[in-house]
């Protein structure tokens, strides 16, 4: 191998915005199978919506919105500016934990309330209502999160987190060269497909917890090298575990530091241009 060359493609890529950490990734990029993305922030524009209230809308936004005071995750940011938009004054709550990959529970007025997904519900029983309501936003491709106080669902919130314009052709463009496109998201099965269906990605992997999204990128690596694209806290482990770990520059700082690749410009069509550039990069070094 001989540095210059490296140094010149990496240079190269640089310009593009494409930073390409180390010499790993360019071997290890000839034979990747499979590329992996994560859902939110990186197919999806990561700034999701309210869309839909189900139960009394002011009830179920205090209830949710003084929970979520306390949450840095998207869904939460999303709850709070549609509080505020509609002049909801939330109680300060107590207690407050988050259950990664699951929701948030506290106290709140008194009474132990939470928001979260049906794995944060243990013994909480949802009603028939509830439940089509549910599957009809999820089949909008719609997150949707149960609002709940002593042990008892008081209503639903729908979120949307649209495809970035440029998903669709970044992942046809990796199909056209014959790889496979996984989605790992903890987000549902429904909404997930919904998403995946709209940008054309092969293959749903919903409902990991963040814990074992790097097992995930494991049990693909069984059928060859594999790309991790992502984003989110959640991701690092995953974009370390992958064969080429790439990380999108508007991420988390461990996310970046966990990645091979960084894409400056959060282009997704650039997980292609990334993978080409250092194709060409290790076969001129080799
Ligand atoms: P992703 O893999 O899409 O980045 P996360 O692992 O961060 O997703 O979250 C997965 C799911 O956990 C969310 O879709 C939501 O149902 C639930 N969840 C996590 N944090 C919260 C929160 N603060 N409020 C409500 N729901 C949450
Ligand atoms: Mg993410």
């Given at each position: 191998a001989t540095p210059t060359a490296l140094m010149v493609g990496t240079g190269r890529s640089a310009r593009m915005g494409i930073l390409i950490k180390n010499?790993?990734?360019?071997?290890?990029?000839?034979?990747?199978?499979?590329?992996?993305?994560d859902?939110?922030?990186?197919?999806t524009v990561g700034k999701p919506q309210v869309t839909d209230i189900v139960g009394d809308t002011t009830q179920v936004l205090k209830i949710a919105a003084s929970l979520e005071a306390s949450s840095e995750h998207p869904l939460a940011t999303a709850i709070l500016k549609n509080a505020k938009d509609s002049?909801?004054?939330y109680s300060p709550?107590?207690?407050?934990?988050?259950i990664e990959g699951k929701g948030v529970r506290a106290?709140?007025?008194g009474k132990s309330a939470f928001v979260g997904n049906a794995k944060l519900l243990n013994d909480v029983e949802v009603s028939d209502t509830f439940k089509q309501q549910m599957a009809t936003l999820q089949a909008q491709a719609k997150t949707v999160v149960f609002v709940g106080?002593?042990?008892?669902?008081?209503?639903?919130?729908?979120?949307?987190?649209a495809p970035k314009p440029t998903s669709k052709d970044a992942i046809s463009a990796l199909k056209s060269q014959g790889l496979k496109t996984v989605m790992l998201t903890g987000d549902n099965q429904a909404v997930s497909q919904a998403i995946a269906s709209q940008v054309g990605i092969d293959q749903v992997v919903a409902d990991v917890?963040?814990?074992?999204?790097?097992?995930?990128?494991k049990q693909f690596q069984s059928t060859g090298k594999v790309a991790f694209v992502g984003?989110?806290?959640?991701?690092?482990?995953?974009?370390?575990?992958?064969?080429?770990?790439?990380?999108?520059g508007s991420g988390t700082d461990i996310a970046i530091e966990s990645g091979g690749i960084v894409l400056v410009k959060n282009d997704l069509r650039d997980v292609y241009k990334a993978l080409e550039l250092s194709k060409k990069t290790f076969n001129r070094i080799k």
């Open positions: 010499g790993e990734v360019l071997e290890a990029v000839n034979d990747v199978k499979t590329v992996i993305f859902k939110t922030g990186t197919i002049g909801i004054d709550a107590e207690n407050f934990s988050a106290v709140v007025d106080q002593n042990h008892q669902i008081v209503g639903l919130i729908a979120i949307q987190d917890l963040p814990a074992d999204k790097a097992d995930q990128v984003d989110g806290i959640n991701d690092a482990p995953a974009l370390s575990t992958a064969d080429v770990g790439i990380a999108m």
